[in-house]
């Protein structure tokens, strides 16, 4: 085998593959799953092949400190294949299994108690119909306290009381405080949390690596939206879901 690429050509082929699987990943049917995971699964098989070629280069050249550097890349390069084709791999699984479902309701159309929406705004805060699960009633309540809060990337991730939040941790601060999550996730993470696809009450809309955000029974709480660096908010109005991976708590 042939050394053919250098240290920044590996990492422009690093970018290529994570803006390609990325990219619209909220309309990938179950075809296109399927290829992006056998891709995602030859690249890592490629990048084993190159690391273990580095690694014995750099064990007989010590002098070339450059293969060893070249060798941990390509194992990182190859560790990140291998989770992208874990996750396709899974979406490829939930998405089948919704084909063959039929597709739930959600609260958003529909009224409790002869015509009561399920959520009203008043100012700046919500407030559920007591007639909701309590995980709900909480997850509003955190909700109300994210209002006042200003837009600060990386706010809420060190510590869950912050004076700032961005678009991962305001989600995360939810699902604490209602009891279903324990930590702060990023948005990679995110993708992964509960189950696929629009809940009964809750979806959280994922856009790995760019962007997530929450709705309750139809009512969005998201960073963007309106001012710049305006916070985590309540908003009425709708957005495109367009690239956004939908996941939902367990039973929720």
């Not at 085998?1 to 970018?15: A, R």
């Not at 929406?117 to 997850?139: C, D, E, F, K, T």
């Not at 604490?176 to 990679?188: D, T, W």
């Not at 495109?240 to 929720?252: D, N, Y």
Request: glycine letters at 10%.
């Amino acid at each position: 085998m042939k050394v053919t690429g250098s240290v920044s050509s590996f990492w422009n082929l690093i970018f290529f593959f994570v803006l390609f699987a990325t990219n619209g990943l909220g309309q990938v049917a179950f075809q296109e799953a399927e290829s992006r995971y056998h891709q995602h699964a030859t690249e890592a098989a490629r990048a084993a092949q190159w690391a273990d070629y580095h690694s014995r280069q750099a064990w007989q050249n010590p002098s070339q400190q450059d293969l060893v550097a070249l060798a941990w890349q390509w194992k990182a390069y190859e560790t990140q294949q291998r989770q992208w084709a874990a996750y396709y791999q899974q979406f490829r699984n939930e998405q089948s299994a919704m084909r063959s479902q039929p597709p739930a309701s959600t609260p958003k159309a529909q009224a409790i108690d002869g015509g009561q929406p399920p959520i009203v705004i008043r100012g700046s805060h919500a407030y559920g119909h007591l007639s909701l699960p309590n995980a709900l009633l909480r997850m509003i309540e955190a909700g109300n306290a994210l209002q006042n809060k200003p837009y600060i990337l990386g706010g809420g991730h060190r510590q869950l009381e912050d004076v700032g939040y961005d678009c991962s941790s305001s989600v995360s601060y939810m699902l604490i405080k209602a009891g279903l999550l324990s930590q702060v996730l990023n948005s990679n993470r995110l993708a992964n949390y509960g189950a696929f696809g629009p809940g009964r009450y809750i979806t959280i809309w994922v856009k790995p690596g760019h962007h997530v955000f929450i709705t309750i029974c139809g009512l969005r709480l998201d960073t963007s939206g309106g001012q710049v660096a305006e916070g985590p908010r309540w908003r009425t109005t709708d957005r495109s879901h367009r690239g956004f991976v939908p996941r939902h708590p367990h039973g929720l």
